[in-house]
T-cell receptor, first 114, second 113 residues
Framework: AQSVTQLGSHVSVSEGALVLLRCNYS??????LFWYVQYPNQGLQLLLK??????LVKGINGFEAEFKKSETSFHLTKPSAHMSDAAEYFC????????????FGGGTRVLVKP | EPEVTQTPSHQVTQMGQEVILRCVPI?????FYWYRQILGQKVEFLVS????????KSEIFDDQFSVERPDGSNFTLKIRSTKLEDSAMYFC???????????FGQGTRLTVV
């Protein structure tokens, strides 16, 4: 069975400050890991994914995440927050490629202060 | 850019009524999914569908739920007799062969009254 834990349901950052969203997972097989973003009244958009290649993964909008097997973590970062980053962010894990369900974390809502 | 489309965006229904949520996955995708998100809770997997049959379903996906691909483009989720606790945002998603990432639709907000 897989599970995902996102520490902090709400994060508040100042514009220009570092964004750090934490994700820890458990999986009985080598995981595929994802970060999705949900803007208000919209669907889930893929930010980035890890699929056993490079451990540092770059995504859209300046986000990146690092897979650390020893810590079972896949934290999401962005060096400098922008007002448009205000959204809810979901970490998810699956057991493989197409056909495998995603198991989501509880989500972290990011508020960006001017 | 191709996208998954869902209709309607909002649906209000009375308890006990049947609802059908509709999705048009991306055209060359072969794997289809339904997820739901009850307000304030996690996004939860309901069912996956491949080659015209269910490949996996969760405990939530009981006999009240069914899925169908009635033609080459639509993928539907039917709830036979809705309950208040079925109120949620329902997301459709799809994958192409060999790809790990799923693409999600905008969701249908279902409110059961």
């Amino acid at each position: 069975a897989q599970s995902v834990t996102q520490l902090g349901s709400h994060v508040s950052v100042s514009e220009g400050a570092l964004v750090l969203l934490r994700c820890n997972y458990s999986s009985s097989v080598p995981p595929y890991l994802f970060w999705y973003v949900q803007y208000p009244n919209q669907g889930l958009q893929l930010l980035l994914k890890y699929t056993s290649a490079a451990t540092l993964v770059k995504g859209i909008n300046g986000f990146e995440a690092e897979f650390k097997k020893s810590e079972t973590s896949f934290h999401l970062t962005k060096p400098s927050a922008h007002m448009s980053d205000a959204a809810e962010y979901f970490c998810a894990v699956s057991e493989g490629t197409a056909g495998n369900k995603l198991t989501f974390g509880g989500g972290t809502r990011v508020l960006v202060k001017p | 850019e191709p996208e998954v489309t869902q209709t309607p965006s909002h649906q209000v229904t009375q308890m006990g009524q049947e609802v059908i949520l509709r999705c048009v996955p991306i055209s060359n995708h072969l794997y289809f999914y339904w997820y739901r998100q009850i307000l304030g809770q996690k996004v939860e997997f309901l069912v996956s569908f491949y080659n015209n049959e269910i490949s996996e379903k969760s405990e939530i996906f009981d006999d009240q739920f069914s899925v169908e691909r009635p033609d080459g483009s639509n993928f539907t989720l039917k709830i036979r007799s809705t309950k208040l606790e079925d109120s949620a945002m329902y997301f459709c998603a799809s994958n192409r062969e060999g790809a790990s990432e799923a693409f999600f639709g905008q969701g249908t907000r279902l409110t059961v009254v």
